[in-house]
């Protein structure tokens, strides 16, 4: 049974940093694609950023672009989101999404098989 499960998430002001993270288990963490998610009350679901898991290959969406990084920590199948300057704009509820079968890791939401249940990012200006 594939699990996802998110953490650190919470509230900071303008500026500031947060480091959000997602354990997964139930299959081959190092074989497929993983992504980050986001999701503002009343907007659509936003791919923020992926990568393939054995290549390291990224994929940022242009409003994070130098201040998000994903990396992978494949020895603890853990996934991660560094969110540095951050915005009132980043403001959302962020999901963590796998994708386990070969196929393309563009961060849409298609693409991706499950989920995890989100952490909330509030940002104050």
């Known amino acids: 049974q594939v699990q996802l499960v998110e953490s650190g998430g919470g509230s900071v002001q303008a500026g500031g940093s947060l480091r959000l993270s997602c354990t997964a288990s139930g299959y081959a963490f190092s074989n497929y694609c993983m992504a980050w998610f986001r999701q503002a009350p009343g907007k659509e679901r936003e791919g923020v950023a992926a990568?393939?898991?054995?290549?390291?290959?990224?994929y940022y969406t242009d409003s994070v672009k130098g201040r998000f990084t994903i990396s992978q920590d494949n020895a603890k199948n853990t996934l991660y989101l560094q969110m540095n300057s951050l915005k009132p704009e980043d403001t959302a509820m962020y999901y963590c999404a796998a994708r386990t079968s070969i196929g393309s890791c563009n961060a849409i939401a298609t693409n991706f098989n499950y989920w995890g249940q989100g952490t909330q990012v509030t940002v104050s200006s």
């Open positions: 990568v393939r898991i054995s290549s390291g290959y990224t």
